[in-house]
């Protein structure tokens, strides 16, 4: 996997070298974001998760996307993971905005993404830079079916349960990229690069961040964020408005003490493998109990999963494993009419009580070779 993302990273070297107008950055702070609480909280190393999101993006009524340009948006992400520094790319273009709106035709003006762009992974410490990159490209075949496959497989990095996966597909994704930019008629109207959690008295923390293409206003201060879209303080009788002046793009980061896509996971499978077990025969349970034990060793090693919550699954996968056994317990006294018993008193399934035999046996062996050896 280093060597993947040694790729990754050479690549993405070489996108840094196009230059751009400076942007403004408004990072928003904690007391101008409403509602109140959801910016300004500490995501704690080892023990919480960051997800990257493009909550919005605005296209000037003056320009002429998608007229004549398509707009793209590169969002790279680089942090710390595992033992390694990761670099996480994705895209944000027309397709994915069509399919948000609904429309054939995506219009200018204001586009709601709420788009996650990396994440959740588990923050390991250290600092977490992102780099943004505002593009226009030019109506042209070849563009446009690269920018397709260039979306196609951002679909499969940001979002990827696996460190692995984005591995994999992000040295891909900014190949493509690459070669979209070298295309004449892209043009890159804006970008920027923000480092976040730089020091132990600037911890990471929730928050809200804008990338505001030229013409910037005057007063950055003067932004706010309400419902995650950016706003402006008027001097006028309505107070606030949203901020239409220029092209921005309007980030967040979010931390949160679990996943919520466990089920994306390999440990899913291995938790289910030990459910199913208990039903194997007299030595099931054993069987059970093994296969959870090491569903949560995998849980404890992979850099995926946090230590915090590998103990809360494990917690929970226990108290479904006693359910399970309550039932098995349960089908134990029913009658059995008509079916042949096992010595056991578990009902003879045929095929799967065949198999049962021959896991048991098969454990029995292996326990006897154990122990020879001690």
Known sequence: MPDFFEQVQHIWSNIKGHSAPLPALAVVPPERCWPEGSAGARIRRDEAYFTLRVNEMYLDLNRQWYAVYDPLVLVVTEFNHGRQRVTVPYVVGPNLIRKQNGEQSPKHGTVVLDTRVAGPFPYRGGDVDISIGFYQVQHANYAKTLLSMIERVSDLVGGAFQIGVVAKTGAALLEGVDELLNIQGTVMLTGLRLSLATSAMDPLTTGFCAMVAPP??????????????????????????????????????????????????????????????????????????????????????????????????????????DRELARLNQVKTLPIDGQDAASDGTRNWGTSAEMAQDLSSALRKVDKRLNARV
Request: negative net charge; without cysteine.
């Open 216 to 321: 910037v206003p005057q007063e950055t201060n003067a932004l706010i964020v309400r419902d995650r879209r950016l706003w402006i303080r008027d001097a006028g009788a309505s107070g606030e408005i949203p901020y239409r002046a220029s092209d921005y793009v309007l980030l967040s980061i979010t931390g949160s003490a679990s996943r919520d896509d466990e089920s994306l996971g390999p440990f899913l499978d291995m938790k289910n493998d030990a459910l199913n077990a208990l039903w194997d025969g007299a030595d099931g349970p054993e069987r059970a109990k093994a296969n959870l034990i090491t569903a949560y060793q995998q849980m404890r090693k992979s850099p995926d999963i946090t230590a915090s919550e590998a103990s809360v699954l494990f917690d929970t996968w226990l108290a479904e494993l």
